[in-house]
């Protein structure tokens, strides 16, 4: 049974690395369909705060499930319990902290809603049952530089994502509307820096975890996340004339 489980494992990486490709080509022909492009895409749309706890959902409930099974000892060494740590944090705060901090946020479509809710159960099931019955560390694995490195990427991109996230719902102040060139942090330097700081949580945690099924997962994040980025640059520079020339897409002084 391990086996046969191990085997769809890898099927399931070698799946995603795939659909890191097709995303990327499908979003830079038709475009994010959520936020605020979401009136481009018509068809039935859910208000956003429900939306988003239940898409991502799935990959919260996967490490919980883990952790709180009768057989959780079989989670296995320190570094596997850690990174196992790591994704599930991140998904308890996109999952039960973000909606609640949205302000009026636009409804999102079906599609892109049933969309996010397979990959998140998909990619949840990939990474909590690699990293807790599969994957095999050393317990000195936590102080390896690989690890080191990457964990550091990990925390300085979530908060990075955390920040940025602020500054966007801060834009307005109570009663006014309408979209508003953001200010400070990475915004600075890019268009994208909520975005940037997701795409580096997630390559730290590849990095700490030196996995293929981390790493894919990295790559689907940037495929998906650099395409809604360079939508976002070109909408900015189309309604605000005085937006920052200097500005990058999502990488700063790079990209």
């Not at 099931?125 to 000195?140: G, I, K, N, P």
């Not at 009663?175 to 600075?188: A, M, N, Q």
Request: proline share 6%.
């Amino acid at each position: 049974m391990d086996l046969d489980e191990f085997r769809l494992l890898d099927a399931f990486t070698y799946l995603e690395g795939l659909l890191a490709f097709v995303v990327l080509v499908f979003l830079t022909l038709v475009g994010s369909p959520y936020g605020r492009y979401s009136a481009q895409h018509p068809g039935l749309q859910l208000p956003a705060r429900p939306a988003w706890f239940l898409q991502e959902l799935p990959s919260m409930a996967w490490p919980l499930y883990e952790y709180t099974r009768p057989a959780a000892a079989r989670l296995g060494s320190m570094p596997n319990r850690v990174l196992l740590a790591m994704f599930l944090i991140h998904y308890v705060q996109r999952t039960l902290i973000f909606p609640v901090l949205i302000r009026g946020g636009k409804p999102t479509p079906m599609f892109s809603f049933a969309a996010a809710v397979l990959f998140c159960t998909f990619n949840g099931y990939l990474q909590s049952r690699y990293l807790s019955q599969f994957a095999v560390y050393t317990e000195d694995w936590v102080a390896h530089p690989c690890f080191l490195t990457g964990f550091t990427m990990w925390f300085v991109g979530m908060v990075i994502n955390i920040h940025s996230d602020h500054i966007l719902r801060n834009l307005r102040k109570p009663g006014e509307t309408g979209y508003k060139i953001p200010r400070g942090g990475l915004f600075e330097y890019v268009s994208a820096a909520n975005y940037f700081g997701e795409i580096m949580e997630w390559c730290g945690f590849a990095l700490a975890s030196r996995s293929l099924q981390g790493g894919v997962f990295a790559l689907f994040t940037f495929s998906t996340l650099f395409t809604r980025a360079k939508q976002h640059h070109q909408w900015y520079h189309e309604k605000f004339e005085d937006y920052p020339k200097s500005r990058k897409i999502l990488i700063p002084f790079v990209l």
